[in-house]
């Protein structure tokens, strides 16, 4: 059996509950590993207090190597205050990081006019209250308006249009679950209003605060506990906000019924993870981020005037999640049902090509890790877990193709391809002297899978 490295941590004030192991590490790389402790009976959480942590690789050809550090934090977090610097204290959940794939639902009055306009003016359908009430915005939603509806149809007006006559929440559910996603976060209400900067006149002075206070605190602290809510993503940055206050009661709460919760880094304070909106990052970030951005090429909410064309194919939605995911990302992909209920046609074709794809190459992407090494270059892109290494190439392979990075395989590990016609068949590979990885890819194999072609390296090796 292969050496593994063993991580365990000693202390007067916390058990180990649980090992660190790590399979495979190869010299100049590095890695995270996790490990379980708990507090011992009588030292509360927060507790300042120290350890000795001990990393032991390996017995199979020797004695084993043994290093050790002193460390020294906090014990447990106690209960999280009404306080930035003790809300940055906290992270994304194990479950949100592993999830990788998530989608958004934009659907509200705005679904009804379904209008913002095309490129390259195009501008997001569900700001069209906004829009609707300026003359000079590149959309011309206002000429629009006016032309379709009258210059007294009113933004209330639309009610009567959004009918949901078709909604069917089963289907809806089904075809989440089909795409391959994880969770779902649909909009309650998007940050729009009618304001035009015109001058109107004087109804007497109600201070933000009491909004705040009255308003937008009681309305989230609905959707947190009526709903069980396990991740509250919010879009009001900036100072007008009780974000402090409402995280740390609900992180607490939660935490007391044994959930983890979680929240963005849009509700005034740092949050839990980045959202980067119709972009992904260009290399890896250790912060746990999320990609956000709508199937629509600019537009959340349905926009009436996208052609079909421009919509996110199955094969985009894959690539964009394969690159995400091996920087540290989760992909929040958002539909924008139309007034009656119903998911456009392009948008379920595209969800349910993606799923297909998603299903078959599931253990290269949920609960996987990015390797920390990089991300991947060119076509290139990894994931990783504590047995297999996944080597995803996003463009047909063709020969003999080669790693450009020196790939943690040792000789005697397995190599077969993920998913696709020939899942599990054995890939020829050479191991250069340089370090990378050659793979040999027969016609058959390049025609047995789309979108993304995985290599699963399996750590077999006992070299």
Wanted: hydrophobic share 35%; with cysteine; proline share 5%.
């Amino acid at each position: 059996m292969a050496d593994t490295l063993n991580i365990t941590a000693v202390s007067s004030s916390f058990d180990l509950v649980k090992a660190g192991t790590l399979t495979r590490l190869h010299p100049g790389q590095s890695a995270i590993v996790q490990i379980g402790v708990k507090n011992k009976a009588g030292v509360a959480a927060g507790t300042s207090c120290s350890g000795v942590v001990t990393a032991t690789w390996g017995t199979a050809y020797g004695p084993p190597i043994t290093s050790t550090e002193t460390v020294s934090g906090s014990c447990g977090f106690g209960d999280y205050t009404a306080d930035a610097n003790s809300l940055s204290l906290h992270r994304s959940p194990d479950w949100f990081n592993e999830a990788k794939f998530g989608i958004f639902i934009h659907w509200g009055l705005y679904s009804a006019p379904a209008y913002g306009s095309v490129a390259p003016n195009e501008d997001y359908a569900e700001w069209y209250w906004k829009r609707m009430n300026d003359p000079t915005f590149k959309t011309q939603t206002y000429q629009y308006h006016n032309a379709t509806y009258g210059k007294n149809f009113t933004y209330d007006d639309f009610i009567s249009n959004f009918t949901a006559t078709n909604f069917n929440a089963e289907s809806w559910v089904n075809l989440i679950a089909a795409a391959g996603a994880q969770y779902m976060v649909p909009v309650t209400r998007p940050p729009t209003n009618p304001y035009t900067g015109a001058v109107e006149t004087y109804t007497g002075f109600v201070n933000v605060s009491d909004f705040i206070q009255d308003i937008q605190l009681p309305q989230q602290n609905v959707l947190a506990y009526n709903y069980d809510t396990e991740i509250m993503w919010c879009d009001i940055a900036g100072s007008a906000n009780n974000a402090t206050i409402f995280a740390s009661k609900w992180i607490n709460w939660a935490r007391d019924q044994g959930r983890q919760v979680t929240f963005n880094s849009r509700c005034g304070i740092a949050g839990d993870f980045d959202t980067p909106e119709y972009r992904t990052n260009g290399g890896t970030v250790p912060r746990k981020w999320e990609t956000n951005r709508g199937m629509d090429p600019f537009s959340f909410g349905y926009n009436y005037r996208t052609p079909d064309s421009r919509y996110l194919t199955g094969k985009d939605i894959v690539q964009t999640l394969v690159d995400t995911v091996s920087k540290n990302g989760n992909f929040l992909l958002d539909i924008g049902p139309k007034n009656d209920g119903s998911i456009p046609a392009i948008m379920q074709q595209g969800l349910q090509d993606a799923g297909k794809w998603i299903h078959a190459h599931a253990e290269s992407i949920f609960k996987t890790r990015y390797w920390s090494v990089t991300p991947g270059l060119n076509n290139w892109r990894y994931t990783t877990t504590q047995n297999a290494f996944y080597i995803h190439y996003l463009t047909t392979p063709s020969g003999t193709i080669t790693t450009p990075d020196i790939i943690p395989y040792l000789p005697g590990d397995t190599v077969t391809i993920l998913g696709g016609s020939m899942d599990g068949t054995a890939v020829p590979v050479t191991w250069n002297s340089d370090g990378t990885l050659s793979l040999s890819v027969s016609s058959a194999l390049q025609a047995s899978d789309k979108f993304v072609w995985t290599f699963k390296l399996a750590y077999t090796s006992t070299w």
